[in-house]
C-alpha cells in the first residue's frame, strides 16, 4: 500500500474497521444462480412434447449448438456409413453384371477395372472420393450404370463435405472462446462516487485486439409480486449504466469500471447495508462488441447475486505509468479495500434531508415571500411646538431652551440610527428613548397630544455607510405602509398645565420673563 499511496496520493487509504464490532450479516445457504460467473445461463428445456421436430427443421444450429463430443461422433459416423453405402452400391453393380467371376480374365471388360471383392469396391470408392486417382481401378465405357452412380457420388460428397465441415468451421470460429479473454471482477462494490452512492464493477479485456463497439447492459433479476397480487418469478428489470448519457459504450483498452448511480429511479433506491443482508437478487451483466480480428459479435456475460454485493469497498487501481506506457496489474483485478461509506439507503437520506433544522429560526418575510429583511421601526420624531390657545408668554419657550429641544432632536436621530444598525434588535419602542428626548414631547394644549411616526425602514445586512440626511431622504419613501404608534410624556397628565411639566428651574425663569 506504500508505493499504491504513492502513485495515486493519501486518498486511496485501507480504511481498518472492527467487523466484530460492526454489524455482521448471518451466514447465508448458497442459493441456486441463474447465470453462473463464467457466464451459462442455468436454464433447462424440459416437456417439450411434439416441439422436438423444430430442432430438425433448423439442423445446421442444432448441430452446431452440441457439445465437441457429440460433433465429432456425428463427424465420423456420416463419413463411414456415407462411404460405406457407396462402396456397397459399387460392389452390387460388379456382383449384377458378373464382374466378381472374371476378374482375372484379360478378355473380359468389366464395369470398373480389377473390382473382384468388397474391399477392392471399398477401395475403388475412396480413391475417387479423395480423388487420389492411382490409377489402377477405374471405370470403362461398358458401364453406364456405372458412370451415373459416379455422378451421384460426386454431388453426395460435395453435399456432405460441405455440410460437415462448415459445420466444424463455425463451431471452432464461434466468439465464445473470445469471450473467455473478458474478464469481469468476482465482486461488485457499493460505495460514494462524486458525492452519490453507486454500485460498481470492473470489466477488462486481456488481449491486446480490441472490441469494436462494445456495450454493457446490466438486468436485475428478482422475482416480486404486483399490487394485483400476481407473482413473478424472477422478473428482469434494467440497470442504468449510463444509456442517456453514452457511458455505456466503452472503449476497452484497460480495464474500467462501470457505475451504477443509485437514484429515485433505480431499483436499489431503498437498499441499505442492512436490507442488502436479507434481499435475493441477482445481477446479470451482459457485455457485447465485434471481435476486431474476424469481425463476429462476441457476447460475455456474468452475474452478481446479493452475496458477491460488498458495501462500503472500492477497487484498488491496476494502472501504473511506466516508462514511456502504460501497465495494468491483473495481480489487482479483483482485490478491493473498505471506504467510509454510510450505511443507510439514498430514500433514507432523501428523507432525512428534507427536514427542517430545529435549529433554524423563522425570519421576517415580505407579503410575497421572495426576499427576508430586517425591519427596524425608525426614522425621525417630529415634536410640534404648538403655540396653542393657551398662548402668550407663559407658553413661548426661552431661547435656551428651544436650543435644548433643537439638539435632542439631532441626538434623536443619531441614537435611533445607532440602534437600527445593531442586527439583533428588530425595531425600537419609546421606552429606549432617552429621558430628555421624552421631556422634549410636550404641547401647548391638552388636547394636541405629540405623537412620534414610527416607520419602518428596510435595512440590509450590507454595512451603513450612508449619511443621516441620507437616510432620511430614504426613509420619506418606505416600502412598508408606515405605522403610527403614539408616544405620551410620562411627565404628562390630563390635570396639569404645560408649565408645570418643566423643571423648577426653568418654571423660574419663565416666570421672571
Request: proline content about 5%; overall charge positive.
Amino acid at each position: 500500500m506504500a508505493a499504491l499511496r504513492r502513485k495515486f496520493g493519501e486518498d486511496y487509504q485501507v480504511v481498518n474497521t472492527n467487523r466484530a464490532g460492526a454489524f455482521s450479516a448471518p451466514v447465508k445457504k448458497k442459493r441456486q444462480r441463474f447465470v453462473e460467473k463464467n457466464g451459462r445461463c442455468n436454464v433447462q428445456h424440459g416437456n417439450l412434447g411434439g416441439e422436438t421436430s423444430r430442432y430438425l427443421s433448423d439442423l445446421f444450429t442444432t448441430l452446431v449448438d452440441l457439445k465437441w463430443r457429440w460433433n465429432l461422433l456425428i463427424f465420423i459416423l456420416t463419413y463411414t456409413v456415407a462411404w460405406l453405402v457407396m462402396a456397397f452400391m459399387w460392389w452390387v453393380i460388379a456382383y449384377i453384371r458378373g464382374d466378381l467371376n472374371h476378374g482375372h480374365d484379360a478378355s473380359y471388360t468389366p464395369c470398373v477395372a480389377n473390382v473382384y471383392n468388397f474391399p477392392s469396391a471399398f477401395l475403388f470408392f475412396i480413391e475417387t472420393e479423395a480423388t487420389i486417382g492411382y490409377g489402377y481401378r477405374y471405370i470403362t465405357e461398358k458401364c453406364p450404370e456405372g458412370i451415373i452412380l459416379f455422378l451421384f457420388q460426386s454431388l453426395l460428397g460435395s453435399i456432405v463435405d460441405a455440410f460437415l465441415i462448415g459445420c466444424m468451421f463455425i463451431k471452432m470460429s464461434q466468439p465464445k472462446k473470445r469471450a473467455e479473454t473478458l474478464m469481469f471482477s468476482q465482486d461488485a462494490v457499493v460505495s460514494q462516487r462524486d458525492g452519490k452512492l453507486c454500485l460498481m464493477f470492473r470489466v477488462g479485456n486481456l488481449r491486446n485486439s480490441h472490441m469494436v463497439s462494445a456495450q454493457i447492459r446490466c438486468k436485475l433479476i428478482k422475482s416480486r409480486q404486483t399490487p394485483e397480487g400476481e407473482f413473478l418469478p424472477l422478473d428482469q428489470c434494467e440497470l442504468d449504466v449510463g444509456f442517456g448519457t453514452g457511458a455505456d459504450q466503452l472503449f476497452l483498452v484497460s480495464p474500467l469500471t462501470i457505475c451504477h448511480e443509485i437514484n429515485p429511479k433505480s431499483p436499489f433506491f431503498d437498499l441499505s447495508q442492512r436490507s442488502l443482508t436479507n434481499e435475493q437478487f441477482e445481477i446479470v451483466v451482459i457485455l457485447e462488441g465485434i471481435v476486431e480480428t474476424t469481425g463476429m459479435t462476441c457476447q460475455a456475460r456474468t452475474s452478481y447475486t446479493e452475496d458477491e454485493v460488498l458495501w462500503g469497498h472500492r477497487f484498488l487501481p491496476v494502472m501504473s505509468l511506466e516508462e514511456g506506457f502504460f501497465r495494468v496489474d491483473y495481480s489487482q483485478f479483483h482485490s478491493t479495500f473498505e471506504v467510509p461509506t454510510p450505511p443507510y439507503s439514498v430514500k433514507e437520506h432523501d428523507e432525512k434531508n428534507s427536514l427542517p433544522s430545529p435549529l433554524s429560526t423563522p425570519a421576517l418575510t415580505e407579503s410575497h415571500g421572495a426576499r427576508r429583511h430586517r425591519v427596524f421601526s425608525v426614522d425621525c420624531i417630529n415634536a410640534s411646538d404648538d403655540r396653542g390657545r393657551h398662548g402668550g408668554a407663559g407658553s413661548r419657550l426661552p431661547s435656551k431652551l428651544q436650543r435644548i429641544s433643537s439638539s435632542g432632536k439631532e441626538d434623536l436621530q443619531r441614537k435611533v440610527l445607532m440602534l437600527s444598525s445593531q442586527h439583533s434588535e428588530k425595531a425600537c419602542s419609546t421606552g429606549d428613548l432617552p429621558l430628555k428626548l421624552q421631556r422634549l414631547g410636550s404641547s401647548s394644549g391638552p388636547e394636541d397630544e405629540n405623537r412620534v411616526q414610527l416607520k419602518s425602514l428596510k435595512v440590509g445586512f450590507e454595512p451603513m455607510t450612508q449619511s443621516t440626511g441620507d437616510l432620511y431622504q430614504h426613509s420619506l419613501t418606505p416600502t412598508l405602509p408606515p405605522v403610527a404608534v403614539p408616544v405620551r410624556s410620562p411627565l404628562l397628565s390630563a390635570g396639569r398645565r404645560p408649565e408645570d411639566n418643566l423643571p423648577a428651574k426653568l418654571r423660574k425663569m419663565n416666570a421672571e420673563r
